[in-house]
């Protein structure tokens, strides 16, 4: 009857474990998808501020 008990005790063990890890996974995942979100309106603030030349660095000045 005692490896009854282990067994049914071992299956619970793994279980909490296997959603320890999925909740950990979970997190990292939305953690990832606000990092992205966040680099994403960076860069598009940036662009918004960023003068709307298309000749910039077109012109070398050489001196010999």
Do not use: D, F, R, W
């Not at 619970?12 to 606000?34: I, P, T, V, Y």
């Not at 309106?41 to 910039?56: E, F, Y």
């Amino acid at each position: 009857m005692n490896s009854v008990n282990n067994a049914g005790s071992s299956y619970g063990m793994e279980m909490l474990s296997a959603k320890m890890a999925k909740n950990q996974q979970e997190a990292q995942g939305q953690q990832s998808l606000q990092l992205l979100a966040s680099a994403s309106s960076s860069t598009q603030q940036i662009q918004a501020s960023a003068p709307a030349t298309g000749n910039l660095g077109q012109n070398i000045n050489i001196k010999v």
